[in-house]
């Protein structure tokens, strides 16, 4: 279900979508699961064992979009483990409702911004994001549109009173639970993050007839300060800031010509950490070192935040029973911290929220060898079990 053949591309609101939803819808129904799409694209299935609206939900979900040329499990498969965890529910005659979310986009690809059905969920979506264009210039209210969804009624998707506690389960997409031979562990917290972009300005000019001394080359600078970034992070986080980093991951040059000193160069930068004081000590840091080479190479740089979201901690009560049925699975505990956002951070401020890593093997994610094992599969499989069982206990 993809964008592109032979590679995993499903972006938000883009044709693969419709199979993924007409996959989810089926498997949803097929558990007696009242199931709707939102304004936003979120598909959302409804089981109720006593069929009585009103009753307070768990609500379990992930997201099903991907970046471009991704693995097979980021995001999805905590859509697909919460339908399996239904199934659970229904074997233990489990009281109370659970809705599944399949939210329409948490990897802020297509529009340039992330969580968007998390958001809509979560009653923090920006209208002002509706004017957003995509790489083709299509406006995000028009993409809505054309798939079917009124962008007027997406204030409608956010939850009310209704939930209890939202639970994501997701790949960890980092090498720590596979060095410790963990199949599971419990997040404590997701790092805060900032996205910032910095456009370096010299002087395009013929690269045969310009001196080096009399050149304004904004790559140069922009690939001195790129150095500069992993040379002070790397330094930081093996000493005084562990758990810092910094990545610079996308870059454009005008004019891109081999024989044209490059005039204009804009750069992204991500940088994360579970402190926020110390990420945007950070952040601080890095755009004063970037006025610097700039100004030494007579050259200009300015720079816009394009995100900035807070760490945030998950909720107490909920991580501990989730940590009690990692537990009760006869299953190793381990708590740790996230350095990928999720829609967990999103709805945490909405609903009381906890999440479920799975090992990554080779700690790769975002790449086509993404993968689980399936005992760890099972392994969360049984955690659900325990879960419920816990949770069913105490509302009885």
């Not at 926020?276 to 080479?293: D, F, Q, S």
């Amino acid at each position: 279900m993809t964008e592109e053949p032979g590679r995993t591309t499903r972006r938000f609101l883009t044709p693969p979508v419709h199979q993924v939803h007409q996959h989810l819808r089926a498997r949803m129904e097929s558990l007696d699961m009242t199931v709707h799409v939102d304004a936003v694209g979120n598909l959302r299935g409804l089981w109720e064992p006593n069929k009585i609206a009103s009753t307070k939900r768990l609500i379990l979900g992930s997201h099903i979009d991907t970046v471009p040329d991704a693995g097979a499990f980021d995001g999805v498969l905590g859509v697909v483990l919460a339908l399996d965890w239904v199934q659970i529910a229904k074997d233990l005659s489990f009281p109370q409702a659970i809705e599944v979310i399949a939210f329409s986009e948490e990897e802020g690809v297509r529009f340039g911004v992330p969580f968007i059905g998390s958001r809509a969920i979560a009653g923090s979506f920006d209208d002002k994001i509706l004017q957003y264009e995509d790489a083709d210039g299509v406006r995000m209210v028009d993409a809505l549109r054309a798939f079917g969804y009124d962008p007027a009624q997406i204030g409608e998707a956010a939850l009310r009173e209704e939930a209890f506690a939202f639970i994501e389960i997701h790949i960890e997409q980092g090498p720590v639970l596979e060095a410790e031979d963990l199949p599971v562990a419990v997040v404590e917290g997701i790092v805060g993050q900032s996205r910032l972009g910095f456009r370096f300005s010299g002087q395009a000019n013929h690269a045969g007839t310009t001196p080096m001394h009399l050149r304004r080359d904004a790559l140069a600078a922009a690939a001195e300060w790129i150095g500069a970034v992993e040379s002070l992070v790397r330094n930081a986080s093996t000493g005084e800031e562990p758990g810092l980093v910094a990545t610079v991951g996308k870059i454009a040059i005008q004019p891109n010509a081999g024989n044209v000193i490059p005039g204009v160069v804009d750069v992204s930068l991500d940088l994360r950490h579970m402190n926020n004081r110390t990420r945007g000590w950070w952040c601080h840091r890095l755009v004063k070192e970037a006025e610097i080479i700039a100004s030494r190479r007579k050259i200009t740089v300015e720079y816009i935040v394009k995100m900035n979201e807070p760490a945030v901690m998950m909720d107490q009560y909920v991580s501990l029973r989730l940590v009690q049925a990692v537990e009760d699975a006869g299953l190793s505990i381990k708590k740790m911290s996230s350095g990928a956002g999720h829609d967990a951070m999103v709805m945490s401020a909405r609903v009381p929220t906890a999440m479920l890593f799975l090992r990554s093997p080779g700690g790769l994610s975002h790449h086509p060898d993404e993968a689980v094992r399936e005992e760890d599969v099972e392994a969360a499989l049984k955690v659900g079990e325990k879960f419920l069982q816990r949770l069913a206990a105490e509302v009885r």
